[in-house]
């Protein structure tokens, strides 16, 4: 029987309560409250042989002699799978864990579990093949994640520590359990038993597929799930317990303590001072402002999240809670808040942030000050220079891998941000509510740097060749040294996702053509800003660039010459007129952007979703472009006018669309009410329920639509790439 910390509501207080830790899984939901599943969708119909299996992917090999060897052995497995995506996706990560040889693939194909008359289907039988090939470990890890609800998110620094909690994980002389923990999910992703979510970030977030679920828990139900006793984690997030029971330090050997969420909570007691085996604790998302004094005594903390700021100068030396940080060294994540009441940038240094030699993820957060007319609310006397003298002394150490700024309103960069060529390991940079007037100097060269994310930036008017180089200061200047001396430096080397948001002062992105850099760029997203054009830099050399996501750019133009792209979102673009020259491009998705006039060069354009309710008519440019599908979403009227079908009068809307082979059309009439048409030309298909509707008034209309979008790209559906959940997110 293990103790599991699980608040009982009576009276609001916390109470210890003796359970199965099966149980947990009922207390899970509030794990992910905030985020919703991303669970693909897998077809039920089965798919050719040739369709399915590169023998090249699966064995990450061009070797023409090691893929014929096996390309037998690898069709008989096909086979075996009956064609179904989902059982070809779980032998395939099995595959790509087994070894080259055709001794390793037979194994797989002659495994028993093929012709076990006990299995219902042929994809219980791939993921039971595959379950039976992973480590006692591994398949322990994955019966516990059947644990979690469906459609409820996985993250993996919360399982990583359930994980560690059931004993699964133990501490050996080479690594920490933590790091352990996070190979195991990365294996079990790997494998495919594990869907990621590709939202997060290193695919720190997943969901379990059904099927998986349905196997895992059959297992659990006939087999048992084993955990050892005497274990003590803590998962509260999201109940409404008012406090933390004094009684708490009774519990010596508790491990992980998570109070995201909860909001009632404002005192953390002494008697947590007790804990000497504590290993993570959360504070995300309560009413906590301070730590006990001594909380440094807790050494084997190695996981922070919400760590409050606070200062008390009743005594004769001011004391602060960032020093309790500095003994802890064997921090790896650590969150802290609310960093503009540290008192001066000298009691920031007792964090001794930069000597933390295991530190890879590090927030540094500050109260939002950024109001909505792009203007720092007003401070006390000097509170913008401290908070500079703050920052400044917060230098993380070198080996940092993820790091987050959110909420500074200072001004100026600190000296550390001028020098961010040390940070040689660092592979996430996120700037948050950024109040500076230019961007760190010299990022295209870190190394390992591949997430970039600026959200809301107001001051920032121009970005310059300085991003990709040090040396280079002012517009133009340097240039010429940057492509001299030897060999060319290619920027931002590993860069694959870049996102400038809300800088809404930015009016020009200079990068040359001569200037090379960003060529891994895989997903671009710019939102509210002024830029008239994209640098022609990026067109040139981001060859890897697929998906573009650009949303209310008040002067673009046009988009064109992006040789690789093949997804492009644009919405409220209303100065946009020509998309072109775009070779690869195939699906691009229009909400309200009136001045597009010419779609051309788009050899391999297959769809266009379309939304614009203040229209009167479609574009002409519908006619021009052979596609196979087409989704639109129109006001009524027009809705009508598409359902004539006068396809010889001179400019009818029906004679713009269709030659399309795929057509569903929506008109809305309220926000409740929508007709419909749905076409199909070969074979043959049209049907529609267009009745007499009534109307509303165009640009509420407008409104409503926009309102819809912008909710829609706060929950990540329109994004190709966003923020996410700060804090969350960096502990991950």
């Given at each position: 029987m293990m103790v599991w910390w699980i608040p009982t509501l009576a009276g609001g207080r916390a109470q210890f309560l003796d359970v199965p830790s099966s149980l947990v899984k009922i207390f899970l939901n509030d794990i992910a409250a905030t985020c919703k599943s991303n669970d693909k969708v897998f077809a039920i119909s089965t798919i050719s042989s040739k369709d399915i299996l590169s023998i090249h992917v699966v064995l990450n090999d061009n070797d023409e002699s090691l893929v014929e060897g096996l390309k037998d052995i690898g069709m008989e497995i096909i086979e075996r799978c009956d064609g179904l995506p989902l059982a070809v996706k779980v032998v395939g990560g099995l595959l790509l864990s087994?070894?080259?040889?055709?001794?390793?693939?037979?194994?797989?194909?002659?495994?028993?579990?093929?012709?076990?008359?006990?299995?219902?289907?042929?994809?219980?039988?791939?993921?039971?093949?595959?379950?039976?090939?992973?480590?006692?470990?591994?398949?322990?890890?994955?019966?516990?994640?059947?644990?979690?609800?469906?459609?409820?998110?996985?993250?993996?620094?919360?399982i990583v520590n359930m994980w560690i909690a059931e004993g699964f994980i133990h501490i050996t002389s080479m690594k920490q359990p933590e790091d352990l923990g996070a190979e195991y999910y990365k294996q079990l992703v790997s494998r495919n038993l594990l869907d990621p979510d590709y939202r997060f970030y290193d695919q720190k977030a997943c969901t379990m597929h059904d099927v998986i679920r349905?196997?895992?828990?059959?297992?659990?139900?006939?087999?048992?799930?084993?955990?050892?006793?005497?274990?003590?984690?803590?998962?509260?997030?999201?109940?409404?317990?008012?406090?933390?029971?004094q009684g708490i330090g009774d519990l010596m050997f508790m491990q992980f303590i998570e109070l995201a969420d909860c909001v009632k909570i404002s005192h953390v007691p002494d008697s947590i001072l007790k804990l000497r085996k504590l290993r993570y604790i959360n504070f995300a998302g309560t009413n906590i402002a301070s730590i006990p004094r001594g909380f440094g005594k807790l050494e084997d903390l190695v996981m922070i999240?919400?760590?409050?700021?606070?200062?008390?100068?009743?005594t004769d030396q001011v004391w602060s809670s960032l020093e309790e940080l500095g003994p802890l060294s064997r921090l790896t994540m650590l969150a802290i808040e609310s960093l503009e009441k540290a008192s001066s940038g000298f009691v920031a240094a007792r964090a001794k942030l930069s000597s933390k030699a295991h530190l890879r993820i590090l927030n540094l957060g500050f109260?939002?000050?950024?109001?909505?007319?792009?203007?720092?609310?007003?401070?006390?006397?000097?509170?913008?220079?401290?908070?500079?003298?703050?920052?400044?002394?917060?230098?993380?150490?070198?080996?940092?891998?993820?790091?987050?700024?959110?909420?500074?309103?200072?001004?100026?960069?600190?000296?550390?941000?001028?020098?961010?060529?040390?940070?040689?390991?660092?592979?996430?940079?996120?700037?948050?509510?950024?109040a500076c007037y230019e961007l760190p100097s010299g990022l295209g060269q870190l190394p390992s740097l591949d997430y970039f994310w600026v959200d809301q930036a107001p001051f920032i008017q121009y970005i310059g060749h300085g991003l990709h180089m040090p040396s280079i200061g002012g517009r133009g200047i340097g240039l010429d040294k940057m492509l001299s001396g030897g060999g060319v430096v290619v920027a931002f080397p590993k860069l694959r996702k870049l996102g400038f948001q809300g800088m809404l002062g930015l009016t020009e992105w200079e990068w040359?053509?001569?200037?090379?850099?960003?060529?891994?760029?895989?997903?671009?997203?710019?939102?509210?800003?002024?830029?008239?054009?994209?640098?022609?830099?990026?067109?040139?050399?981001?060859?890897?660039?697929?998906?573009?996501?650009?949303?209310?750019?008040?002067?673009?133009?046009?988009?064109?010459?992006?040789?690789?792209l093949v997804e492009l979102r644009i919405v409220d673009n209303r100065t946009l007129e020509r998309i072109n020259n775009n070779p690869n491009l195939q699906h691009i998705y229009i909400?309200?952007?009136?001045?597009?006039?010419?779609?051309?060069?788009?050899?391999?354009?297959?769809?266009?979703?379309?939304?614009?309710?203040?229209?009167?008519?479609?574009?002409?440019?519908?006619?021009?472009?052979?596609?196979?599908?087409?989704?639109?979403?129109?006001?009524?009227?027009?809705?009508?006018?598409?359902?004539?079908?006068?396809?010889?009068?001179?400019?009818?809307?029906?004679?713009?669309?269709?030659?399309?082979q795929q057509l569903r059309a929506t008109g809305y009439i309220s926000a409740e009410e929508t007709r419909y048409i749905s076409y199909t030309k070969e074979p043959y298909s049209y049907k529609t329920d267009i009745v007499a509707g009534g109307c509303v008034h165009v640009e509420a209309w407008r409104v409503i639509f926009l309102q819809a979008i912008a909710d829609t790209t706060r929950k990540g559906l329109c994004m190709v790439c966003s923020p996410y959940n700060r804090v969350d997110d960096a502990r991950l």
């Open positions: 087994k070894g080259k040889t055709r001794g390793d693939w037979l194994d797989v194909c002659s495994n028993v579990a093929w012709s076990m008359t006990t299995i219902s289907d042929d994809v219980n039988q791939a993921v039971y093949v595959s379950y039976e090939e992973l480590p006692h470990v591994l398949k322990q890890c994955l019966l516990y994640c059947s644990l979690f609800p469906k459609g409820v998110l996985i993250k993996s620094a919360d349905s196997f895992s828990q059959s297992v659990v139900k006939h087999e048992g799930l084993f955990v050892e006793e005497g274990l003590n984690p803590s998962f509260t997030s999201g109940t409404s317990i008012s406090e933390i029971p999240s919400g760590f409050p700021t606070h200062s008390d100068d009743n109260t939002i000050r950024l109001a909505q007319n792009r203007e720092v609310e007003e401070q006390n006397n000097g509170e913008q220079e401290r908070v500079e003298e703050v920052l400044g002394n917060l230098c993380p150490p070198t080996c940092i891998e993820q790091l987050a700024i959110i909420g500074y309103f200072g001004h100026k960069l600190p000296q550390w941000m001028r020098m961010v060529s040390v940070f040689t390991f660092l592979k996430r940079l996120e700037l948050s509510s950024y040359e053509q001569q200037v090379p850099a960003m060529t891994t760029l895989e997903v671009l997203t710019i939102v509210n800003c002024q830029l008239k054009y994209l640098p022609p830099g990026l067109a040139h050399h981001a060859n890897a660039l697929r998906e573009l996501d650009l949303r209310n750019l008040s002067h673009l133009l046009s988009i064109h010459n992006f040789p690789s909400v309200s952007c009136p001045g597009l006039k010419v779609l051309e060069d788009l050899p391999s354009l297959k769809s266009i979703e379309w939304v614009d309710v203040t229209a009167q008519v479609l574009p002409d440019y519908f006619r021009h472009s052979k596609l196979d599908k087409l989704i639109v979403q129109c006001y009524i009227s027009l809705l009508k006018l598409i359902s004539l079908q006068d396809a010889n009068s001179s400019g009818s809307e029906w004679g713009k669309i269709q030659h399309v």
